[in-house]
């Protein structure tokens, strides 16, 4: 074959579907741009209507993908590529993927459950089976958490939408449970009284519901006080450690002891 007939073939190509071309790389440069104007828009307009962050988060990714894939079959349509046959294709395809991927589709559908349930949204501290932390966001696989000691996770939806959620910031009060054990030989009454009023002198705990102390339990070396204490949420862990300082330094004070483990053992003679 001469250089001359290679030359003319390729003429021949070019001009039949060099204008195709030509179109479907003008088309996708202004769908890319359009896309990203589309983005900007509805990021505005999701924080307008004060959407949940996490699900902002899942929209915007959904949105981009199927824009993105949209412009994609627009572009292959313009160059020839018959409907059918790309539909056919994109159907071995998508069972190609769907079998290889079905872990990532179930974290997927785990995450559309996630945001259609609301367990928690973003802000929110959260104990999973997994982790520990607060609700950085809800992604189309992963949920991420921030753990106290700044340590991120990434935890995947299909396991999180199955796991017990235990959520910390959903109501605005929370109460405060604390065991303070005191010595068979101690003023039982008297140690009810001074837990009590360190609870209530506090300036974090609620007066309403009144903090609560009594007897919770009698075990083998201590007489086990049991103090229920009502707080807001964002001051649960002042006021725990804040009881347990002066709850000791007032049973110091006052000559209540805290007993260490004893055993007493009798012998026959």
Not at 145 to 150: E, G, K
Not at 184 to 207: N, Q
Not at 214 to 236: K, M, N, P, T
Request: proline share 4%; with cysteine; net charge positive.
């Amino acid at each position: 074959m001469t250089f001359a007939l290679i030359w003319e073939k390729f003429l021949d190509f070019l001009f039949a579907f060099g204008p195709k071309v030509l179109g479907a790389l003008l088309t996708f440069a202004a769908g890319w741009l359009l896309i990203h104007l589309l983005m900007k828009w509805i990021v505005k307009t999701l924080s307008r209507l004060k959407i949940d962050l996490a699900l902002q988060s899942f929209l915007r990714s959904l949105i981009r993908i199927t824009l993105i894939v949209l412009l994609f079959i627009t572009c292959a349509i313009l160059i020839g590529i018959p409907v059918t046959s790309l539909v056919t294709a994109l159907g071995a395809v998508g069972l190609a993927v769907s079998l290889s991927v079905k872990d990532s589709l179930s974290h997927l559908a785990g995450g559309m459950i996630l945001l259609a349930t609301k367990p928690f949204v973003a802000g929110d501290y959260v104990e999973t089976d997994f982790a520990a932390g607060s609700i950085l966001s809800v992604g189309l696989f992963y949920t991420e958490l921030s753990t106290p000691d700044n340590k991120r996770i990434f935890i995947p939806n299909g396991q999180l939408s199955n796991a017990k959620v235990v959520n910390y910031s959903t109501e605005k009060n929370r109460r405060l449970d604390l065991t303070f054990s005191i010595g068979y030989g101690c003023d039982v009454e008297k140690a009810k009284k001074i837990v009590s009023a360190v609870a209530a002198a506090h300036p974090k705990a609620l007066s309403v519901p009144a903090p609560f102390v009594r007897v919770g339990a009698l075990s083998e070396s201590s007489v086990d006080l049991f103090c229920r204490v009502w707080v807001r949420a964002e001051d649960y862990w002042d006021l725990n450690f804040d009881l347990l300082e002066q709850v000791k330094a007032a049973f110091d004070r006052e000559g209540v002891v805290i007993p260490y483990p004893q055993l007493d053992i009798h012998t026959a003679r």
